[in-house]
């Protein structure tokens, strides 16, 4: 089994849209959950970062973590066609993350 | 410099060669990672630097890779008799300090070995 399990889509959406991505973890030593986007032939940058049970909000970005299911979800609100990306979740314990292989969203006009 | 820089960004070279990619991460901060992305593939931790304690090297697939950091400042890795299956991408990352959550990613070096 993957420590980080992630549907890695692709997931097409109108302009507008609620979008869900979810991971799911199978060692609750995890502490720290991320999630990263990555554009096109660049790097993954940081948009979530939270590391207790509940709802973290930022703007359109809602980190969600239930650590009881092992499960973290990310939501967009509002989508729009610049949010077209690989989303991807991370995990980290002491110094190593862990990364699931990314859902691909692509936000139609 | 004002971000992670790799280079080279593209390299494609010969089955059977050395390559050496190189990551120059943001001053000051003290760890600094290795992954490796394959097509439609997450990441996968490769190694970890932390200041001038031992390396991570948990995460290396082979003995043909092995990475070098000198203090907190440029990390070569090194791939030697490459193979196609080592046709990736390969990134780079730094963090101000372990466990802050915030790694900062270079583009990445695009690996094609023919």
């Known amino acids: 089994q993957k420590e980080v399990e992630q549907d890695p889509g692709p997931l097409s959406v109108p302009e507008g849209a609620i979008v869900s991505l979810n991971c799911t973890y199978s060692n609750s030593a995890f502490q720290y959950f991320m999630w990263y986007r990555q554009y096109s032939r660049k790097g993954p940058e940081l948009l979530m970062y939270t590391y207790s049970s509940g709802n973290k909000e930022d703007g359109r970005f809602t980190a969600q973590v239930d650590k009881s299911s092992k499960y973290i979800s990310l939501f967009i609100r509002d989508s729009q066609p610049s949010d077209s990306a690989t989303y991807l979740c991370?995990?980290?314990?002491?110094?190593?993350?862990?990364f699931g292989t990314g859902t691909r969203l692509k936000v139609l006009a | 410099g004002a971000g992670v820089s790799q280079s080279p960004s593209n390299k494609v070279t010969e089955k059977g060669k050395d390559v050496e990619l190189r990551c120059d991460p943001i001053?000051?901060?003290?760890?600094l990672y290795w992954y490796r992305q394959r097509l439609g593939q997450g990441l996968e931790f490769l190694i970890y630097?932390?200041?001038?304690?031992?390396?991570?090297k948990s995460g290396l697939p082979s003995d043909r890779f092995s990475a070098e950091r000198t203090g907190e400042s440029v990390s070569t890795l090194t791939i030697q008799r490459t193979q196609q299956e080592d046709s990736a991408v390969y990134l780079c990352?730094?963090?101000?300090?372990?466990?802050?959550?915030?790694?900062?990613f270079g583009e990445g070096s695009r690996l094609t070995v023919l």
């Open positions: 991370a995990i980290a314990g002491t110094y190593k993350y862990i």
């Open positions: 001053s000051g901060h003290t760890a």
């Open positions: 630097f932390q200041g001038n304690s031992a390396p991570d």
């Open positions: 990352a730094s963090e101000e300090a372990s466990n802050t959550g915030e790694l900062f």
